[in-house]
């Protein structure tokens, strides 16, 4: 069993910025890979960026640029720092760890970004 906890979200304008971040617990030495995903009201969930064991990421072409998934193998955490936010990047955002390929899921973290 893996817990994920993500915090970080809430009300931006425009341009600006936000870091999200998701804490880690259980087992944690069974993770392949960590990443974000966000669901829009109305749209399907989609991947936003991933980070696996050895370090390599990956990014949706919608935020190459802006966003950087990062991990603090101490801290069993990890972040997502996103920079020149858009309205369309509104979306609850969730924490995804993968274990011997089943997913686990965070609760979800809001992100709003004003016009």
């Known amino acids: 069993q893996v817990q994920l906890v993500e915090s970080g979200g809430g009300l931006v304008q425009a341009g600006g910025s936000l870091r999200l971040s998701c804490a880690a617990s259980?087992?944690?030495?069974?993770?392949?890979?960590m990443g974000w995903y966000r669901q829009a009201p109305g749209k399907q969930r989609e991947m936003v960026a991933i980070?696996?064991?050895?370090?390599?990421?990956n990014y949706a072409d919608s935020v190459k640029g802006r966003f950087t998934i990062s991990r603090d193998n101490a801290k069993n955490t990890v972040y997502l720092q996103m920079n020149s936010l858009k309205p369309e990047d509104t979306a609850v955002y969730y924490c995804?760890?993968?274990?011997?390929?089943?997913?686990?899921w965070g609760q979800g973290t809001q992100v709003t970004v004003s016009s």
């Open positions: 259980g087992r944690i030495f069974s993770i392949n890979g």
């Open positions: 995804n760890a993968v274990v011997s390929s089943y997913p686990y």
């Open positions: 980070i696996i064991s050895g370090g390599s990421t």
